[in-house]
C-alpha cells in the first residue's frame, strides 16, 4: 500500500477530526498532496491540495477557513485538519499524490490513491 489514509471517525456538527495520510518514501517524494471525497450518490470532489514545498495550497470553496492541509516530509504524511464540521462534510476522504506538480484540483493529475478513510457528522 503506497498510500494510508487514516483518522476518520464519528463526529458532531461543529466538532474537528484530524486526518492523516502515510505514504511511502517514493509516492510522497516531490509529489503535490491532495485531499478529495466522494459522499453517497455525488461525485468525488477536490478538498484540498499542498505542494512539496508546503509554500503551496489551494482548496474547495466549502472548506475554505474550516480546513487546513499540511505536511511533514521527515515523516511522508500529509494532514487534514478539519474544524467547524458540518453535516454536508459527510464522506469517505481519500488522499492522493499527483506527480505533475502545481495544486491542481483535478483528480486526473492525481497518480497514486488511498484507500480512504469514513467521516460522518452528525446534526
Known amino acids: 500500500v503506497q498510500l494510508q489514509a487514516s483518522g476518520g471517525g464519528l463526529v458532531q456538527a461543529g466538532g474537528s477530526l484530524r486526518l492523516s495520510c502515510a505514504a511511502s518514501?517514493?509516492?510522497?517524494?516531490?509529489?503535490?498532496m491532495g485531499w478529495f471525497r466522494r459522499a453517497p450518490g455525488k461525485e468525488r470532489e477536490f478538498v484540498a491540495a499542498i505542494s512539496w514545498s508546503g509554500g503551496s495550497t489551494t482548496y474547495a470553496d466549502s472548506v475554505k477557513g474550516r480546513f487546513t492541509i499540511s505536511r511533514d516530509n521527515a515523516k511522508n504524511t500529509a494532514y487534514l485538519q478539519m474544524s467547524s464540521l458540518k453535516p454536508d462534510d459527510t464522506a469517505v476522504y481519500y488522499c492522493?499524490?499527483?506527480?505533475?506538480?502545481?495544486?491542481?484540483?483535478?483528480?486526473?493529475?492525481?497518480?497514486?490513491w488511498g484507500q480512504g478513510t469514513q467521516v460522518t457528522v452528525s446534526s
Open positions: 518514501e517514493r509516492t510522497f517524494s516531490r509529489n503535490t
Open positions: 492522493a499524490a499527483n506527480p505533475t506538480g502545481g495544486t491542481s484540483m483535478s483528480r486526473y493529475l492525481y497518480t497514486y
